[in-house]
């Protein structure tokens, strides 16, 4: 299985930017899609952003759509979402993951799964 460690969630005001960082290791040789999803407090896993990791194909929630960017670093082994005009209904929990076989919007479609990283956008 893929390791992925996640980096960059933290406090901003409402129209602010975060970048988001993933990084992969272990059997990530194997992965063909990662994704971003969110979770908010009393919400199920939302699909933000997934890309395919060779072909760069990129994929976007209707919400985030304009706002965010997802893009990855060959030479890192690492995704990233950047996070352009940040609202407070962004605030949630961030995960990264990684499958082996798309870039789907169904988190039970992923293989792999970061620890989170808490994003808070304050009004």
């Known amino acids: 299985q893929v390791q992925l460690v996640e980096s960059g969630g933290g406090v901003v005001q409402a129209g602010g930017s975060l970048r988001l960082a993933c990084a992969a290791s272990g059997r990530a040789f194997s992965t063909y899609g990662l994704g971003w999803f969110r979770q908010a407090p009393g919400k199920g896993r939302e699909f933000v952003a997934s890309?395919?990791?060779?072909?760069?194909?990129?994929y976007y929630a209707d919400s985030v759509k304009g706002r965010f960017t997802i893009s990855r670093d060959h030479a890192k082994n690492t995704v990233y979402l950047q996070m352009n005009s940040l609202k407070p209904e962004d605030t949630a929990v961030y995960y990264c993951?990684?499958?082996?076989?798309?870039?789907?919007?169904?988190?039970?479609?992923?293989?792999?799964w970061g620890q989170g990283t808490q994003v808070t956008v304050s009004s």
């Open positions: 993951a990684a499958s082996s076989s798309g870039a789907s919007y169904a988190p039970r479609t992923y293989d792999s």
């Open positions: 890309v395919i990791w060779g072909e760069g194909w990129t």
